[in-house]
């Protein structure tokens, strides 16, 4: 196996610690793409729903099943409600954001007051957790809900880590429930792309089969 051959390109490096934060915010949310968004309910100790989009966010593993997304702070260096309420509650919904939602997904990226619920700002509809006292986006194709496992804060860094518990998947995206496989295309996720306002979907996909050891060698030429 061989690399398609092509001029020899020339690198910059960029010390981080060299750099401000907006300035590492640009250069890593350009080149790790496309991130998907974690669109994150939580309850409020007043029981009002909180809703915040988030494209820091990843899935870590399946045995248990983990997410780990990163809310931040605000300007002023407090923490989101987000965070405030996972850490009272220590639960939360990430609904998946498929295309037709993105447009009201990014108004609820709107710096609304402390205590203003964004779902109902935005007329969308919540349906009830079947997990956790999260409602989840009764319109989202699929809900995770979870149990926060840990948070870790590393300087301004919050990443808050959780269990999947159960899965809501709408039933159109199921191609075979006993085998548990996913028509992955069929819900229409969207990602983002570098920073703000920049995104891409997620149908553009291509294959590429794995292969055994056995057949690598099978491949490559003495």
Not at 133 to 148: D, W
Request: include cysteine.
């Amino acid at each position: 196996m061989s690399l398609p051959a092509s001029p020899s390109p020339e690198f910059r490096h960029f010390d981080f610690a060299a750099l401000s934060a907006a300035e590492r915010y640009k250069l890593v949310t350009g080149v790790v793409v496309p991130r998907p968004i974690a669109w994150v309910t939580t309850l409020g100790a007043d029981g009002h729903v909180n809703l915040a989009p988030y494209s820091f966010f990843g899935l870590m593993g399946s045995d248990p099943a983990v997410v780990a997304f990163a809310p931040g702070d605000r300007v002023d260096g407090t923490p989101k409600d987000t965070a405030l309420n996972i850490a009272a509650g220590g639960e939360f919904t990430v609904n998946l954001v498929s295309a037709d939602l993105a447009p009201v997904m990014n108004a609820t990226a709107t710096d609304f007051p402390h205590g203003v619920g964004e779902p109902e700002s935005v007329g969308l509809p919540l349906a009830p957790g079947l997990r956790v006292r999260v409602p989840r986006v009764a319109a989202s194709p699929a809900a995770l809900e979870c149990r926060e496992v840990q948070t870790v804060l590393i300087g301004r860094t919050r990443v808050i880590l959780g269990e999947v518990l159960g899965l809501t998947l709408r039933a159109d995206a199921l191609l075979d429930e006993g085998k548990m496989y996913v028509d992955t295309a069929a819900l229409d996720l969207v990602g983002r792309m570098g920073g703000r306002g920049t995104y891409t979907r997620t149908r553009d996909t291509f294959t590429i089969d794995r292969i055994s050891y056995a057949q690598w060698q099978a491949r490559t030429p003495e």
